[in-house]
């Protein structure tokens, strides 16, 4: 028989049995999180160091006089040429929502057409998507320059939006929840007379929720992070997004623009961080069920 | 139990059906389908004008110059296969280990499994890069390893070691910021294990070591070769890696399109290659779950 070790603490009547494994896991876990979440916190509190503590050997982790210059420095003393820094985030938000808001509505159309209607050559398409999804986006990025290129829609901020809408990833994230929904439900509203927009907008769109809100997750990090395609698409300083923006300021002057670099990060962790807290409950159901990335 | 359409229903339902797919079809070919054709041929030809792309067949010219006159490529694939080697198992090992860790009951865990999962979502590109390229590496490394081990203790035990610890920690971060997936694969595989085994097993007195190894392992071996495969994928997707640095460069600094798609072919059809090895290697551990 195997004895437990643990000891007993009494509040008043209330008596806890606390065993000594589960206070070494809570405290390893407690340890793992921390160095998870270290980044992050450092991050949150450069932004906020004035200058002498962000150049400071050997450096320190937390701010000790927190101040507001940094952001200050980054709204007016980096847009001395000729583009405000607000015009960068403006850019990436425009971009952001607008690939978000088209992906999840052409996706989960297309998803919904594929698994529920009869359509000729669905076979065939659900065998492209497959194959679409294996190839790795660097295989790409020439031909979609080309492509890009012929349209005529270099320097544009469709550039930045349309190669990102159809994506097998976002497809198939939808498509697994509408395998589940019942036939009965959809045969009920069209005997009711429901066209099949109708039937779409009024009960799929609603069912598949969920994976739709962990799409808007991914897809708009993934828009809001990319500081490859606007390098190579946009000429233009004014259309410029985040995180070039970003990569120009931190090569420019390096020990100057420190602290507009720090609060630069800053300003583009946030909107990830918050659009991730309001959404993770679902996010993470949906990444354990359907089980992939 | 399908119902029977009648043609005039079943056809307008196509077109809709097709109406509806159509935006999305039509960006697939676009941005997908049609690029993956397109960079396949450019491996074997040469173009000649780039302006209304005609183009003279080249046959297996650019693999040859990779391997004859691209100094880096060869250099870079296999510093990024060292890495693969220590990273993949690495983040498997920690990944099980945590996943195991929140799968007990104690308060706040849903909180845990949200920041073990955050990376992922900053992981993405420029802030990862940002965070772990330069800042954070170096500083807050530096704090924290004053905090967990005092100046007197560092001199007392000399550089070696001290630089151990810290590449140490600065590992595990790393590989703490790589493995926010595959905690949530493992974990949803953990609560798929019948607990009637745990309990069988119990009452048999086995240790919480043993129905580790006899119980947990072998029924996780079927989401390892999953996450393994994923790993992997993601891997080879990244574009922190060093050879796709080097694929990108030949392609938008130097212009040379053709040996560019030739590279990352290579590259890809060497990931594939590795996928069928891991299938091959795991299948005789993978249990078949009996229902």
Same mark, same amino acid.
């Given at each position: 028989?195997?004895?437990?070790?643990?000891?007993?603490?009494?509040?008043?009547?209330?008596?806890?049995?606390?065993?000594?494994?589960?206070?070494?896991?809570?405290?390893?876990?407690?340890?793992?999180?921390?160095?998870?979440?270290?980044?992050?916190?450092?991050?949150?509190?450069?932004?906020?160091?004035?200058?002498?503590?962000?150049?400071?050997?050997?450096?320190?982790?937390?701010?000790?006089?927190?101040?507001?210059? !940094?952001?200050?420095?980054?709204?007016?003393?980096?847009?001395?040429?000729?583009?405000?820094?607000?015009?960068?985030?403006?850019?990436?938000?425009?971009?952001?929502?607008?690939?978000?808001?088209? =992906?999840?509505?052409?996706?989960?159309?297309?998803?919904?057409?594929?698994?529920?209607?009869?359509?000729?050559?669905?076979?065939?398409?659900?065998?492209?998507?497959?194959? =679409?999804?294996?190839?790795?986006?660097?295989?790409?990025?020439?031909?979609?320059?080309?492509?890009? !290129?012929?349209?005529?829609?270099?320097?544009?901020?469709?550039?930045?939006?349309?190669?990102?809408?159809?994506?097998?990833?976002?497809?198939?994230?939808?498509?697994?929840? $509408?395998?589940?929904?019942?036939?009965?439900?959809?045969?009920?509203?069209?005997?009711?007379?429901?066209?099949?927009?109708?039937?779409?907008?009024?009960?799929?769109?609603?069912?598949?929720?969920?994976? $739709?809100?962990?799409?808007?997750?991914?897809?708009?990090?993934?828009?809001?992070?990319?500081?490859?395609?606007?390098?190579?698409?946009?000429?233009?300083?004014?259309?410029?997004?985040?995180?070039?923006?970003?990569?120009?300021?931190?090569?420019?002057?390096?020990?100057?623009?420190?602290?507009?670099?720090?609060?630069?990060?800053?300003?583009?962790?946030?909107?990830?961080?918050?659009?991730?807290?309001?959404?993770?409950?679902?996010?993470?159901?949906?990444?354990?069920?359907?089980?992939?990335? | 139990?399908?119902?029977?359409?009648?043609?005039?229903?079943?056809?307008?339902?196509?077109?809709?059906?097709?109406?509806?797919?159509?935006?999305?079809?039509?960006?697939?070919?676009?941005?997908?389908?049609?690029?993956?054709?397109?960079?396949?041929?450019?491996?074997?030809?040469?173009?000649?004008?780039?302006?209304?792309?005609?183009?003279?067949?080249?046959?297996?010219?650019?693999?040859?110059?990779?391997?004859?006159?691209?100094?880096?490529?060869?250099?870079?694939?296999?510093?990024?296969?060292?890495?693969?080697?220590?990273?993949?198992?690495?983040?498997?090992?920690?990944?099980?280990?945590?996943?195991?860790?929140?799968?007990?009951?104690?308060?706040?865990?849903?909180?845990?499994?949200?920041?073990?999962?955050?990376?992922?979502?900053?992981?993405?590109?420029?802030?990862?890069?940002?965070?772990?390229?330069?800042?954070?590496?170096?500083?807050?490394?530096?704090?924290?390893?004053?905090?967990?081990?005092?100046?007197?203790?560092?001199?007392?035990?000399?550089?070696?070691?001290?630089?151990?610890?810290?590449?140490?920690?600065?590992?595990?971060?790393?590989?703490?910021?790589?493995?926010?997936?595959?905690?949530?694969?493992?974990?949803?595989?953990?609560?798929?294990?019948?607990?009637?085994?745990?309990?069988?097993?119990?009452?048999?007195?086995?240790?919480?070591?043993?129905?580790?190894?006899?119980?947990?392992?072998?029924?996780?071996?079927?989401?390892?070769?999953?996450?393994?495969?994923?790993?992997?994928?993601?891997?080879?997707?990244?574009?922190?890696?060093?050879?796709?640095?080097?694929?990108?460069?030949?392609?938008?600094?130097?212009?040379?399109?053709?040996?560019?798609?030739?590279?990352?072919?290579?590259?890809?059809?060497?990931?594939?290659?590795?996928?069928?090895?891991?299938?091959?290697?795991?299948?005789?551990?993978?249990?078949?779950?009996?229902?």
């Amino acid at each position: 028989m195997r004895v437990r070790q643990g000891f007993h603490i009494h509040f008043g009547k209330l008596s806890i049995r606390v065993s000594v494994s589960r206070i070494l896991v809570y405290l390893l876990v407690i340890l793992l999180v921390c160095f998870t979440s270290l980044p992050l916190i450092y991050v949150v509190s450069t932004a906020f160091k004035p200058l002498d503590e962000l150049l400071r050997f050997p450096p320190i982790f937390f701010v000790r006089k927190p101040t507001m210059d !940094n952001f200050r420095d980054l709204l007016f003393a980096t847009s001395s040429s000729s583009v405000p820094f607000l015009r960068y985030v403006v850019n990436s938000i425009f971009v952001s929502v607008a690939t978000v808001l088209a =992906t999840i509505i052409i996706s989960s159309i297309a998803a919904y057409s594929l698994v529920k209607l009869e359509l000729p050559f669905k076979n065939a398409i659900f065998n492209l998507i497959v194959a =679409t999804l294996m190839f790795p986006a660097t295989l790409m990025t020439i031909p979609n320059y080309m492509v890009i !290129n012929n349209l005529g829609l270099m320097d544009s901020y469709l550039a930045l939006i349309l190669p990102k809408i159809a994506g097998a990833f976002g497809f198939f994230f939808v498509k697994q929840f $509408c395998d589940q929904l019942p036939d009965a439900f959809l045969e009920a509203a069209r005997l009711d007379g429901a066209n099949e927009w109708q039937v779409f907008t009024k009960i799929v769109f609603p069912f598949m929720k969920p994976a $739709c809100s962990t799409l808007v997750v991914f897809t708009f990090v993934a828009s809001w992070n990319d500081a490859f395609s606007p390098i190579v698409y946009i000429t233009q300083d004014a259309m410029r997004t985040l995180p070039v923006a970003l990569q120009s300021i931190g090569t420019a002057g390096t020990l100057a623009r420190a602290g507009a670099m720090a609060a630069g990060t800053f300003i583009s962790v946030v909107p990830t961080v918050l659009i991730y807290t309001l959404m993770q409950r679902r996010v993470i159901e949906t990444m354990a069920y359907s089980g992939i990335k | 139990m399908k119902k029977q359409k009648h043609g005039a229903a079943k056809r307008r339902e196509a077109i809709t059906g097709l109406l509806f797919v159509s935006p999305w079809i039509i960006g697939l070919c676009a941005f997908f389908a049609f690029p993956i054709f397109r960079s396949l041929q450019l491996c074997f030809v040469n173009v000649v004008n780039m302006t209304d792309y005609s183009v003279e067949w080249a046959g297996l010219d650019h693999f040859k110059e990779i391997f004859e006159t691209d100094t880096w490529y060869i250099k870079h694939f296999l510093t990024s296969m060292k890495e693969m080697l220590l990273q993949i198992p690495l983040t498997n090992i920690f990944a099980i280990f945590i996943a195991i860790l929140i799968n007990k009951k104690f308060p706040g865990r849903t909180v845990y499994r949200t920041i073990f999962f955050l990376p992922v979502i900053l992981g993405a590109g420029f802030v990862m890069s940002q965070l772990l390229g330069q800042g954070v590496q170096g500083e807050a490394m530096e704090t924290v390893r004053s905090v967990l081990l005092p100046t007197q203790i560092r001199i007392y035990l000399g550089p070696k070691v001290t630089t151990f610890f810290t590449d140490f920690l600065s590992l595990i971060t790393s590989i703490l910021w790589k493995c926010g997936v595959q905690i949530i694969i493992y974990l949803s595989g953990l609560q798929s294990v019948s607990p009637s085994l745990y309990e069988a097993a119990r009452v048999d007195s086995a240790t919480e070591w043993e129905m580790f190894w006899l119980i947990t392992m072998p029924m996780l071996t079927p989401i390892m070769l999953l996450n393994l495969v994923y790993s992997l994928v993601d891997y080879f997707i990244n574009s922190d890696n060093l050879l796709f640095k080097h694929i990108q460069n030949t392609a938008f600094q130097l212009n040379q399109f053709e040996n560019s798609s030739a590279m990352s072919w290579l590259f890809f059809l060497w990931a594939i290659l590795l996928v069928l090895v891991i299938f091959a290697v795991m299948r005789p551990f993978v249990k078949k779950v009996k229902d």
